[in-house]
Structure formats: C-alpha cells, structure tokens
C-alpha cells in the first residue's frame, strides 16, 4: 500500500467512529448478536424445501407469516416503547425468542411450525424500535445516519457471520441452527441486563440526544404527514424487491447458478461483510449529500442487482451482484431512517417509527409472497427485469417527486 493510503485510511476510518456516544457502541455489540442469531431467517426457505419438504406454497405462506410476525411484532414494539424501560422490553423479547427457536427445532407440523414462526417473528419484531430509539435520540442530526450505520455495520456483520456458521451446521443437521440461533439471542439477553443499564445511568445526561438543529437541517424536509406517507411508500417499494433475499433469490441461486448450503452461505456473507466494511466510512464521508439522493442511488443499485441475475450462471456473477446489492444497502438503509427520524414529532418518535419499521417489516411478508406469485405466474426472468424496474421509479420518487414537495 502506497505511503499515502497508509495514512489515509487510517484518518478516515477514525473520522468515522469519532465523537458518537459510547452507548452507540455498547448496543452496536448488541445487535451483533441478535443478527447472528438470524441465521434461521436466513436460511428458512431452504430449511422448509430440503427438510420438511413444503411445497412452494407452504413455503410462500410461511415466509409470509414470519414477515407478517415482525409487523405485528414492530407495532407493538413502537405502542410499548413509549410505556417500557428499553431494557425489560429487550431482554424479555430476547428471552422470549430464545426460547421459541430452540421449541421450533422438533416442530414438523406445518400448522404448529406456521404458529411458531409467527410467534418468534413477533418477538423479533418487537426489539427493533426501542433499539432504534436508543441509537438516534442521543446523537446530534447530522450523527444520525453515522449511528444506524454502526447498527446496519453491526447486523451486516453479525449476518455475515451467521450466514457461514448457519450453512455449515446446516450440513450437519439443521436442527441444530436452530439451537444456535436460540442460544444467541439467550445470550443477547444477559448482554442487555448486564451491560444496558450501566450506561444508559451513566452516560445518557452528557449525550446530545436533545441537541439544537445543526445548520444541515435548514435543508432537510419539513416535518408532515404527506412526506412521512411518501417515504414509507418508497421503503415499502425497495424493501419488497429486497425481500426477495428470503425466498425467491436463494431458491433461483440453488437451482439457476447450481449453489448449495454452504455457497449461499459464503453470498449472504459477502453481503454481510460488504455492508459492515463500507456502512461507517461511506456514511461519514456522505453525511454532508441530500440524504434523499444517497437512498434513491441506494434503491437503484440493489434492485439493479437483481435484475442482472439472468445475465449468466457463472458462480462469480452471483458474487459481483451481490457486492452491487451490498453497496445498494450500505447507501439506502442509514439515509432513509434518519429522514424517518427526523420527520416525525418528538412526541410521536416511537409510534411513528414502530409505523415506519412496521410498514419496512411488512415487505417481509409482501415481497416474498409478490416474488413467488411472479415466478409462477411470469417467469424468474420478467420477475427480475420487473425488480429492476422498480428500482428506477422508486428513484425518481425519491430525487424528484420528493424534491418537488421538499425545499
């Protein structure tokens, strides 16, 4: 490495982590750990083909109903945030989750294994607002797309992490990711009660959660219904294409590139390791851009990435699309909870974000289920082309219709 890049990248890195609360970091650990423990997510719709053998519709129906679970489950999450501590709500939806995946290994009944799966996805659903919640309202605005790129670095690599140990425990027996993933989040828990408290005591007072409006934010959008409505839409456009993550896209990456277990296991982990290598630096060095530009090139590269699947069957193709829709992630994700944060009241943060993590959780349930219905009824090609399609106009309502009732 040149002498130049030896400094540099050092200083960058270090401007990226620089002057965020400490607390930041603790639940960053956290949420390493609960996305390690989402190996089971991640490898559903392999599990219900290979294992009990469902058929395409068992297996759309029950994707369908975790998705539906973490709807439900966010709802809750953002009603009980604003009548809960942070960390009775968290750890018991640890505990709680824990103990429904290690349950849900000896299920085979597709009506018990549908109860369950809905069940733990409710738990799951319900985690995410009060850890949201806790990373943004104690950074100044301008730090807010840097703190949910310290969660999005966090889950991205814990998901990295849990999509190899998931698909090679799956080789042995894949009852026992399910026990793996029950005992993370076992312990996810015990992290929240121990480590939680402390600093949430002693380092809340000296944090920026109330801090004034920076100059940045003389631009941003105004606050109102119509432009929370509209983002909500563009987030339920980018997040049903994908979702195509959890039902269609490994399924066509196993039967169209002829991947098994542990090669899908190696692209989800790219994917993981992408979005926790470039998250912190590239939202630092695009904090000072319009946020809504930053989504709208995020949205257009991830739907992108799935429309040029087609394109071959070569193994590295699969892996370059997936280094495409990484970078479509690390741009999309951070951008747009931070105009989510920001439009809403602070009286209504933890309602209208459960609504906003809702409405994004819903696409859990609506995307794979749009996909498997496309496949069926099109075609894998047109559905793809159709994704891409997607990612241009959710591009311009971000970059234009937006800047039209945005200032």
């Known amino acids: 490495m040149p002498n130049g890049l030896r400094t540099l990248v050092p200083l960058k890195l270090k401007a990226s982590v620089s002057g965020l609360p400490r607390l930041v970091w603790v639940l960053g650990a956290i949420s390493f750990l609960t996305s390690l423990g989402k190996m089971v997510a991640t490898f559903l719709a392999v599990y219900l083909l290979a294992v009990l053998n469902f058929s395409e519709n068992q297996i759309g129906i029950t994707v ?4 539906a679970g973490i709807v439900t489950g966010t709802l809750i999450g953002g009603w009980a945030s ?26 085979a009944s597709p009506l018990f294994f549908l109860a369950g799966i809905f069940a733990c996805a409710n738990f799951e659903g319900a985690l995410r ?29 814990g998901y990295a992490v849990g999509s190899v140990i998931g698909g090679l425990v799956s080789r042995i027996d894949f009852s026992l990711m399910f026990w793996a993933s029950g005992g993370v989040y076992l312990a996810a828990a015990a992290a929240v009660l121990v480590w939680l408290p402390a600093h949430l005591a002693g ?3 000296g944090m920026p959660g109330n801090a004034p409006a920076t100059p940045e934010d003389a631009n941003a959008p105004p606050k109102g219904r119509w432009p929370f409505i509209v983002l909500c839409g563009a987030a339920v456009l980018h997040h049903c294409v994908g979702n195509q993550r ?53 949205t257009l590269l991830l739907c992108l ?8 069957t070569h193994i590295a193709v699969a892996f370059l699309l997936c280094v495409v829709m990484s970078v479509g ?11 989510a944060y920001f439009l809403v009241l602070e009286k209504n943060k933890g309602k209208l974000l459960g609504v906003y993590f809702a409405t ?20 894998a090609t047109p559905t793809w082309l159709l994704c891409g399609v997607i990612g241009v106009v959710n591009m311009l309502v971000l970059r234009s219709v937006l800047r039209v009732r945005w200032p």
């Open 203 to 205: 380092g809340v007072a």
């Open 360 to 379: 994004v959780s819903a696409c859990r349930s609506l995307g794979p289920l749009i996909g498997i219905w496309g496949f069926a009824l099109i075609g």
């Open 129 to 157: 607002t009060p850890i949201m919640l806790l990373f943004l309202k104690h950074c100044a605005p301008i730090d807010r797309p840097r703190a949910h790129a310290v969660y999005y670095t966090a889950i991205g690599l």
């Open 82 to 107: 604003a009548r809960l501590s942070a960390v009775a709500q968290m750890a018991a939806s640890m505990v709680c989750l824990g103990a429904g995946f290690i349950l849900l290994s000896a299920v």
């Open 329 to 339: 992630d690390v741009l999309f994700a951070p951008s747009m909870v931070s105009l």
């Open 246 to 298: 959890h039902a269609i896209y490994p399924l066509y990456l196993t039967s169209h590139y002829g991947l098994d277990t542990t090669q899908l296991g190696a692209i989800f982990a790219v994917n993981g390791l992408l979005i926790a290598l470039m998250g912190l630096v590239t939202t630092n060095l695009l904090k000072h851009v319009d946020q809504r530009k930053v989504a709208g090139w995020g």
């Open 305 to 312: 990435s799935l429309a040029l699947l087609p394109v071959s």
């Open 64 to 67: 369908a109903a975790y998705g």
